[in-house]
């Protein structure tokens, strides 16, 4: 076996014993195929308010621009597919993945040990750590690792586990083995076009984040435009309608990081509670939670939207 090989190997292994899902290897370079789509999707104003993906377009596409000497991209998958749900059907809703610790910390965290690892086991190499704080195209690289397919939702799929998971990043000065990228296999369904209450999912493969429900209630910092009223189908943080109808979730397990475990209370929350929720309220049920990006101010314009 030559240290390309042993090398990967032994990252991946780490990888799982640290809880990744999945680990995918790539080798660093131009994203030819994407730099086309960003341009497009840009263009045509799909990104709304959120003016940062306007920022660093040639890092977006070239990780060799974001780190020097970089030589592969290791993309690690970690699930969030809670083992329970908001107990009131009647309650607005929250998306799965903001159930429990803000994830940024959760695989920051972890991503540090691994890099750690690499640099004890291989010696001196360097390299960054990304949880989409910074301008990589995480589901372009975990798709070309192999890890999946990008679905006509725009979200990675995967045969065996669905699409309820984080998506992260090490971008190291390392050459590793690379993996070959995996078939569609999305087919003729339509099932997250058909889904989608406010018609994101522009065409297959390409969804316009300035209508999506996870935008209006996240990014957009204005009041929601009155002509989505009653379109929202009682979200009121992010939305995982796209997801929850893929026939491929049916496979998702529940995740066994205890840090995504949600407070008892959030569970437990009435539709009343969250009509009558106090900033007290939202500081201790959402304390180090990805919520605190609406902040209360944001989550409680969200509520009013749904009951207006």
Partial sequence: MD??????????????RLGFLSCGVSKAGFLEEEAPRLEKWLNQNMHGEMQYMENHFDKRLNPTKLVEGSKSVISLLLNYFPLQNQKDAEAPKISKYA????????????L??????????????????????????????????????????SNLLTQQVGSFYFIAELI??????????????CGTCTACIDACPTQAIVDPYVVDGSKCISYFTIELKQEIP?????????????????????PWNRFSKPHNEPLFNPKPELL???????????????????????????????????IRFLND
């Fill in 3 to 16: 240290s390309r090989a042993k090398h990967t190997q032994l990252i991946k292994s780490e990888a799982k």
């Fill in 99 to 110: 159930y429990g610790t803000d994830y940024h910390f959760v695989i920051k965290d972890k």
């Fill in 226 to 246: 009155n002509s989505y009223k009653g379109q929202f189908d009682n979200w009121m943080f992010g939305c995982d309608i796209c997801q929850d109808v893929c």
């Fill in 268 to 302: 437990e929350m009435s539709k009343k509670d969250w009509e009558e929720i106090t900033q007290e309220v939202f500081s201790k049920v959402f304390q180090k939670s990805a919520v605190k990006r609406t902040k209360f101010a944001g989550l409680n314009r969200n």
């Fill in 172 to 185: 190291v000065d390392l050459e590793l083995e690379y993996d070959t990228p995996v078939t569609d296999h």
């Fill in 112 to 153: 540090k040990q691994l890099l750690n690892f690499i640099k004890e086991e291989i010696g001196d190499v360097h390299g960054r750590a990304f949880v989409d704080s910074a301008p990589v195209l995480d589901k372009a690289w975990a798709a070309k690792s192999g890890l999946g397919w990008i679905g006509k939702n």
